[in-house]
């Protein structure tokens, strides 16, 4: 019903920027929250940013002043920037996105959380 697809990511080497993108389609009524989390080989899955349909924005302590989430709803789309790269940013980096679509009645909606297939940022140092 929903899809996200990332895209942007690659090697990089230490101090250098990327662009991820990940745009949500399909049956899609309206975009709650939406966000990036990340996994690095052998750990777990860790919040990156969050930006609400408020436009309030969220950052784990690790990429705070380096990484900005922002969010074009025309295009149901949410960009992270990263800049000042390092090798510990390394990781696949899975889109989120709380999502309302339609059910079977016009009246009837349900909630989804959705998650990307994820793309790999890595430090080419």
């Known amino acids: 019903q929903v899809q996200l697809v990332e895209s942007g990511g690659g090697l990089v080497q230490a101090g250098g920027s990327l662009r991820l993108s990940c745009v949500a389609s399909?049956?899609?009524?309206?975009?709650?929250?939406l966000g990036w989390y990340r996994q690095a080989s052998g750990k777990q899955r860790e919040l990156v940013a969050t930006?609400?349909?408020?436009?309030?924005?969220k950052y784990a302590d690790s990429v705070k002043g380096r990484f900005t989430i922002s969010r074009d709803n025309a295009k149901n789309t949410t960009y992270l920037t990263m800049n000042s790269l390092k090798p510990e940013d390394t990781a696949v980096y899975y889109c989120?996105?709380?999502?309302?679509?339609?059910?079977?009645?016009?009246?009837?909606?349900?909630?989804?959380?959705?998650w990307g297939q994820g793309t790999l940022v890595t430090d080419s140092s």
């Open positions: 989120n996105a709380g999502v309302w679509v339609v059910g079977r009645t016009a009246t009837e909606f349900i909630y989804l959380e959705v």
């Open positions: 399909g049956s899609i009524f309206s975009i709650n929250h």
């Open positions: 930006i609400g349909n408020d436009g309030r924005t």
